[in-house]
């Protein structure tokens, strides 16, 4: 079964940094592309950034330059560096399988929730 525990979220102003941690529980990690997620106010859930399991990085157009998304294989870990970052980058933030996703999976873990504070 696939789980993920987010962490690492919080309060901060305009300009700061994060870094959130994504633990995943299932064997196949190493071999499974991951995606990190945003839910925003809207209730709608938009991948900001994914790396597969060559470690090939995709970003959306409102996070590049400035998140970097990495893993740890041999931690089940999945990290996203999150710099300058704005307030519309506040929101919950999860990670989760995006092969998956698209096709309809919809558990997910906790979250972390990140505010930005203008």
């Known amino acids: 079964q696939i789980q993920f525990v987010e962490s690492g979220g919080g309060l901060v102003q305009a300009g700061e940094s994060l870094t959130l941690s994504c633990a995943a529980s299932f064997s196949t990690f190493r071999f499974t592309a991951i995606g990190w997620y945003r839910r925003t106010p809207g209730d709608q859930r938009e991948m900001v950034a994914g790396?597969?399991?060559?470690?090939?990085?995709t970003y959306a157009d409102s996070v590049k330059d400035r998140f970097t998304i990495s893993r740890d294989n041999t931690k089940n870990e999945t990290y996203l560096q999150m710099n300058d970052l704005k307030p519309e980058d506040s929101g919950l933030y999860f990670c989760?399988?995006?092969?998956?996703?698209?096709?309809?999976?919809?558990?997910w873990g906790p979250g972390t929730q990140v505010t930005v504070s203008a």
């Open positions: 989760n399988v995006p092969r998956l996703v698209r096709a309809g999976y919809d558990r």
């Open positions: 790396i597969s399991r060559e470690g090939t990085i």
